[in-house]
């Protein structure tokens, strides 16, 4: 038998194989990772769950930024509850990144935080806005009760009520800007 070894007619041995090596049956469909690094999908492969067969782009751009190795190291430390949020985020950080290599999800981020603070002074604005009028509104009412006398406090209350939710009822938002109503406010507030 040696000397078939040596003559080349029989395949060497690998030494790779032992005896206390389990043995690993082949899937039939690889899974994405296993087909674009072109090795034999085993049963226990780790990245077959993650990186199914017809979904090759997944793995692609995961593999093109983090590499195979890193990905897989990444899968044995976590256990198994996690893996699947692990994958996504590094899919979604891969596509980051190919998108913006410089800054990858971090530009993402900070832009979505400009735009929240962006959103945040228009709210902050338009609820001056809304308190101001409500402002304008209150003085002129006042100004409008101390001019016509009513019977009785109920009356007023409810003239007040009244005026005030019609007022509203308006969209037209020049109501509040006359000129006539700007010399009142000052001279109440002064």
């Known amino acids: 038998m040696t000397n078939e ?4 007619t029989l395949p060497p041995r690998s030494s790779s194989l032992s005896s206390t090596s389990s043995p690993t049956l082949a899937v039939s469909t690889p899974c994405a990772a296993c087909r674009m690094l072109r090795r034999r999908c085993v049963e226990t492969c780790i990245l077959a769950p993650h990186f199914p067969p017809d979904e090759p782009l997944k793995f692609t751009v995961a593999h093109r930024i983090f590499g195979a190795s890193n990905i897989t190291k990444l899968l044995q430390e976590l256990p198994e509850s996690q893996r699947e949020d692990a994958i996504n ?3 979604y950080e891969a596509n980051a990144r190919i998108r913006d290599p410089v800054y990858g999800c971090t530009g993402a981020i900070f832009q979505l935080q400009n735009q929240v603070n962006e959103l945040q002074a228009q709210l902050a604005k338009a609820k001056a ?6 402002g304008q509104h209150a003085a002129m009412v006042c100004i409008n009760m101390s001019q016509s006398p009513q019977t009785s406090s109920e009356e007023s209350f409810d003239g007040f009520k009244n005026s005030f939710d019609e007022s509203f009822q308006s969209s037209d938002p020049s109501l509040y800007l006359d000129n006539e109503q700007e010399t009142l406010w000052e001279t109440i507030w002064a």
């Open 89 to 91: 985020s590094m899919v």
């Open 5 to 8: 070894h040596s003559k080349g």
């Open 129 to 134: 806005e809304i308190f101001s009028i409500q």
